[in-house]
């Protein structure tokens, strides 16, 4: 495990090797290829649709970071691992469906999230590829939510659960900080939209946190072991 000069970790696990991005995003080079958890575009318009004011720029600086992402690796696919869409369809998905014509050459996957509930004709008018179970990438396995009894020898990644940590500082200031979240044989990834909270998880019970900031990923020493 080790960290890199543009911030990323690059997490060495038995089953594999994935490059953990400050961006809140995973980067896995054998695939070419990019995940994503929990974006959920058209939550914006959603509230200001209940009369809730939230400006629409807040997810044009997530697509603004995916399409960074996309330069930055060279990514040939990119999985979104569930809730990629908040809610009903509203003009958001039209950005949405924007962004990816402007990278045809890259594929862009759906692994679908309890929040994707748009039409059946909606999805299968899209540029998306779309799971409607788990996606199955070598001895990964991408969910949107974390899956149970699962055999030795796979490594779960998924989402839903937008994990975070407390950390203290002086025993007085506390900061919550969004994190990947490792226990047995699963990977919880962080919430990569802005427009999300965070669910505070139990340290104590995890195998590795690394905890994102917008200058690097940081391995959390948990109980005599970093990361």
């Known amino acids: 495990m080790a960290a890199t000069d543009n911030g990323t970790y690059i997490w060495n696990h038995e089953l594999a090797t994935l490059h953990l ?56 696919k990119v999985l979104f691992l569930g809730d990629l869409f908040h809610s009903a369809a509203n003009e958001s998905w039209f950005t949405l469906l924007e962004f990816i014509e402007l990278h045809p050459n890259i594929d862009f996957h759906l692994v679908m999230g309890n929040h994707d509930i748009l039409t059946d004709t909606i999805y299968k008018d899209c540029p ?20 149970e009894g699962l055999p030795k020898g796979i490594l779960n990644i998924c989402g839903h659960i937008h994990p975070g940590i407390v950390l203290k500082k ?18 919880i990834m962080p919430a990569f939209g802005q427009f999300t909270g965070l669910f505070c998880m139990d340290v104590k019970s995890a195998e590795s946190v690394m905890v994102t900031t917008p200058e690097k990923v940081i391995p959390i020493k948990l109980n005599n072991k970093v990361g």
């Open 21 to 76: 991005l400050k961006e809140k995003a995973i980067w896995i080079a054998e695939e070419n290829s990019l995940l994503l958890a929990d974006t959920h575009f058209g939550k914006a318009a959603h509230f200001r649709k209940a009369g809730i004011p939230v400006p629409e720029n807040i997810h044009l600086a997530d697509f603004t970071r995916i399409h960074e992402l996309l330069t930055s690796t060279g990514a040939s």
């Open 128 to 147: 998306l590829l779309i799971h409607s179970g788990n996606l199955k990438m070598g001895n990964l396995l991408l969910s949107h939510k974390p899956q």
């Open 170 to 187: 002086n025993g007085k200031q506390s900061f919550r900080l969004p994190a990947f979240y490792h226990k047995n044989n699963t990977l």
